[in-house]
């Protein structure tokens, strides 16, 4: 036999090899497509977990803002309170100063009748100069502003807006 002339065992054998190669190649190429498959899912899988993770972060820094903004307008309107209450202290105080620099007058202008009664000998000029004393003796200039201030409370309340905050 010659050489270049394959027996028909030796291409029974060639062709059987062949057969179990492209069986292989089939099968290789089966395993990469299926491989392909589970990257791709992987793929999709971890752009899900990416786009959930990103809604959560974007989630949390809008509560974050929100939680931000509400805080600032709570200090703002504390520091607008805050400085209302001292613009009443500071009236309060310029009452109470001007309502005793008040009566400190009526009492020296009393004083002054009760003296000049004194010295005159007219006991109705000294009557009327202890009388004067005595009206400012029994007027309390802090239940004037206790009972404006209880007023103003009173109207605070029936105010709609008015809230009290615990």
Do not use: C, W
């Not at 090899?17 to 899912?41: D, T």
């Not at 007058?105 to 005595?134: C, P, W, Y």
């Not at 009206?135 to 009972?147: E, F, I, Q, R, S």
């Amino acid at each position: 036999m010659d050489n270049k002339e394959n027996s028909p065992i030796e291409k029974n054998e060639k062709f059987g090899l062949e057969a179990k190669l492209k069986s292989e190649e089939n099968q290789l190429k089966a395993q990469e497509n299926n491989l392909k498959g589970q990257e791709n899912q992987l793929k999709f899988q971890k752009a899900e977990l990416v786009s959930k993770s990103l809604d959560k972060t974007a989630d949390a820094a809008n509560n974050i803002l929100k939680y931000s903004l509400e805080s600032k307008k709570l200090a703002s309107d504390t520091a607008i309170q805050f400085e209302k209450i001292k613009q009443n202290h500071y009236t309060i105080n310029k009452n109470i100063d001007n309502e005793y620099e008040k009566q400190n007058r009526v009492i020296d202008t009393a004083e002054e009748v009760v003296q000049k009664g004194l010295e005159d000998n007219d006991f109705g000029l000294i009557k009327l100069g202890l009388e004067q004393m005595s009206g400012v003796a029994n007027h309390n200039p802090m239940a004037d502003l206790k009972n404006h201030l209880d007023n103003q409370i009173e109207k605070d309340f029936e105010d709609d807006d008015f809230i009290i905050e615990i």
